[in-house]
């Protein structure tokens, strides 16, 4: 069997609705040689924040975002199910717009599949508030699975 490579993005609001993530990225990778991206993406001014508050000060120069989000509960909540289940991940992370940053990291690893975290939403909330969930279903480029909250 070839490798797959599955991406996981780490937008759900809860740890339980994270964990079901990892979870569902574990029982996808189960049985075949897979590696596992999870993804997260920091808004405008939340990686400095979240810089300091881990420690790494206010610089010249912010750190990673990559070394940021490894130090994050969300990439760690997902993470803790995948070493579980010993299953091999890496951690991307952006700044910008959950679907933006999905969006491009599903390009450059060329995801065969993604997980992503989804809610109920009148179709007012998501007119006004917009839906990452349902922009990288529609846009992404392979099959997609949705965790619902």
């Not at 420690?55 to 969300?74: F, I």
């Not at 992370?93 to 992503?116: C, F």
């Amino acid at each position: 069997m070839s490798e797959q490579t599955i991406l996981v993005s780490t937008s759900a609001k809860t740890e339980e609705q994270r964990r079901e993530l990892g979870q569902t990225a574990a029982d996808l990778a189960a049985g075949d040689e897979a590696t596992v991206t999870i993804v997260h993406s920091f808004r405008d001014g939340e990686l400095e924040d979240l810089a300091e508050k881990l420690g790494y000060g206010r610089t010249v120069v912010s750190p990673k975002p990559e070394a940021v989000a490894r130090r994050h509960s969300y990439p760690r909540d997902i993470a803790n199910v995948l070493d579980a289940h010993d299953i091999d991940y890496e951690i991307r992370a952006g700044v910008g717009e959950d679907a933006e940053v999905v969006k491009q990291v599903e390009e450059e690893i060329d995801a065969d599949h993604i997980v992503v975290a989804g809610e109920r939403r009148t179709p007012v909330g998501k007119a006004v508030f917009g839906s990452a969930a349902q922009d990288i279903l529609l846009s992404a480029s392979c099959p997609t699975t949705l965790v619902r909250g």
